[in-house]
């Protein structure tokens, strides 16, 4: 078998082992679980097995003998699975935060660690550069690190989906007097007033760049509420054809 029939036949039985699992009727495993709950469980185990053997068959085969187009489809695919499985990680916080018996489980948190390993994940499927100004000591803020992460995610992962494609992504955290500010900007379209005062509003979906599949629309109101919790703010700044910062605030542990 050829290379490309190896990419085509290796992709082909990862998708239809994703799919059987999903058309699988599995809601009697989870009865205590909520059904939107369940399914992002459902979707998030298969589509991780897409985006982790794509990355194993793009490891395996030798790019020096695929052809651009070829490349392409393997960076699509893996991707857009990144992006998919981020969509069913925002159902879940979703799903969590709105359970009677939700908690936060609030510990001391440092924003420039999360930051870094959060931009280095995004980097491994983004075609934007993602840059992150994190000198100085650590900056400990005290929340849910499963939660803000979630939260660090989103806002970056929104900007290098929607950024122009020579644009860059600038991450910076700094200290205030009695918090933590954490500003993601790009250089990219903007938006309009009109559109920034949609974005915090659920299901609300614009189309991101080419080759990119859109997301649920929950991403910056789930962030939104993320923040919320943990007493800080959420503020969108853009100027259309002049790029876009968001600004998360949040307060600063003193321990």
């Given at each position: 078998?050829d290379v490309v029939?190896?990419?085509?036949?290796?992709?082909?039985?990862?998708v239809?082992?994703?799919v059987?699992r999903?058309w699988k009727?599995?809601?009697?495993l989870?009865?205590?679980l909520?059904?939107?709950?369940v399914l992002?469980?459902?979707?998030?185990t298969?589509?991780s097995?897409?985006?982790?053997?794509?990355?194993?068959?793009?490891e395996?085969?030798?790019?020096?003998?695929?052809?651009?187009?070829q490349?392409?489809?393997?960076?699509?695919?893996?991707?857009n699975s990144?992006?998919?499985i981020g969509v069913?990680a925002?159902?879940l916080?979703?799903?969590r935060m709105?359970?009677d018996?939700?908690?936060?489980?609030?510990?001391?948190?440092?924003?420039r660690?999360l930051?870094?390993?959060?931009a280095?994940?995004?980097r491994e499927?983004?075609?934007?550069?993602?840059?992150?100004?994190?000198?100085?000591d650590p900056?400990h803020?005290h929340?849910?690190p499963v939660l803000l992460r979630h939260?660090?995610?989103n806002?970056i992962?929104n900007a290098?989906r929607?950024?122009a494609?020579t644009?860059?992504?600038?991450?910076h955290?700094?200290a205030g007097?009695?918090n933590v500010v954490?500003?993601?900007?790009?250089?990219?379209?903007?938006?309009?007033?009109?559109?920034?005062r949609s974005?915090?509003?659920p299901f609300e979906q614009y189309?991101?760049?080419?080759?990119?599949?859109?997301?649920?629309?929950?991403?910056m109101?789930i962030?939104?509420?993320?923040?919320n919790?943990?007493?800080?703010?959420?503020?969108?700044?853009?100027i259309?054809?002049h790029?876009?910062?968001v600004?998360?605030t949040?307060p600063?542990?003193?321990?």
């Amino acid at each position: 078998m050829d290379v490309v029939g190896a990419v085509i036949a290796g992709a082909a039985l990862i998708v239809g082992v994703a799919v059987g699992r999903l058309w699988k009727p599995r809601r009697h495993l989870h009865p205590e679980l909520p059904e939107h709950q369940v399914l992002a469980h459902e979707i998030r185990t298969p589509l991780s097995l897409v985006e982790g053997a794509t990355e194993l068959l793009a490891e395996t085969l030798d790019t020096e003998q695929l052809t651009p187009q070829q490349r392409k489809l393997l960076d699509t695919i893996r991707t857009n699975s990144v992006r998919a499985i981020g969509v069913a990680a925002t159902f879940l916080v979703s799903a969590r935060m709105r359970s009677d018996d939700f908690r936060p489980d609030l510990q001391p948190c440092d924003v420039r660690l999360l930051l870094r390993e959060t931009a280095q994940e995004l980097r491994e499927t983004s075609a934007i550069p993602i840059v992150v100004d994190d000198q100085g000591d650590p900056l400990h803020v005290h929340a849910d690190p499963v939660l803000l992460r979630h939260a660090l995610w989103n806002v970056i992962n929104n900007a290098a989906r929607y950024a122009a494609e020579t644009s860059d992504i600038r991450v910076h955290a700094r200290a205030g007097e009695n918090n933590v500010v954490i500003t993601v900007a790009d250089l990219g379209p903007g938006m309009s007033r009109q559109r920034c005062r949609s974005v915090f509003v659920p299901f609300e979906q614009y189309e991101p760049r080419a080759g990119l599949l859109s997301g649920a629309g929950l991403g910056m109101s789930i962030t939104r509420d993320i923040v919320n919790v943990h007493g800080g703010r959420l503020l969108v700044d853009s100027i259309a054809h002049h790029g876009t910062s968001v600004l998360l605030t949040l307060p600063r542990s003193r321990a």
